[in-house]
């Protein structure tokens, strides 16, 4: 059971909406701060693909929480077209 299920269950009937945001690839400085500041390394990781952008992450949560109030999204997971499992990217 994942963290937002969990908390759904124990908060019913509170006005407390629980959404989880499950990104696939998304080109930010993560990258960089993972690889120690080696920009080269760090844009390694999406060669061949086009990863998400913040934006297209940042969009997706503005439309989570503009939904009417008794709707809740329970869980959204986001990846890029290229990318079909955590594990599984195709590079062209």
Same mark, same amino acid.
């Given at each position: 059971?994942? !963290?937002?299920?969990?908390?759904?269950?124990?908060?019913?009937?509170?006005?407390?909406?629980?959404?989880?945001?499950?990104?696939?690839?998304?080109?930010?400085?993560?990258? @960089?701060?993972?690889?120690?500041? $080696? *920009?080269?390394?760090?844009?390694? +990781?999406? $060669?061949?693909?086009?990863? @998400?952008? *913040?934006?297209?992450?940042? =969009?997706?949560?503005?439309? +989570?929480?503009?939904?009417? *109030?008794?709707? !809740?999204? =329970?869980?959204? +997971?986001?990846?890029?077209? =290229?990318? *079909?499992?955590? =594990?599984?990217?195709?590079?062209?």
């Amino acid at each position: 059971m994942s !963290n937002s299920e969990t908390m759904r269950l124990e908060w019913p009937g509170k006005p407390i909406r629980i959404t989880e945001i499950d990104p696939g690839f998304v080109e930010t400085e993560f990258s @960089l701060t993972r690889f120690g500041g $080696d *920009a080269v390394r760090a844009s390694g +990781v999406y $060669d061949g693909m086009k990863p @998400l952008e *913040a934006a297209d992450i940042a =969009d997706a949560i503005a439309w +989570v929480v503009t939904r009417p *109030a008794h709707v !809740n999204i =329970d869980n959204m +997971v986001i990846r890029p077209l =290229d990318q *079909a499992h955590i =594990d599984k990217i195709f590079r062209k």
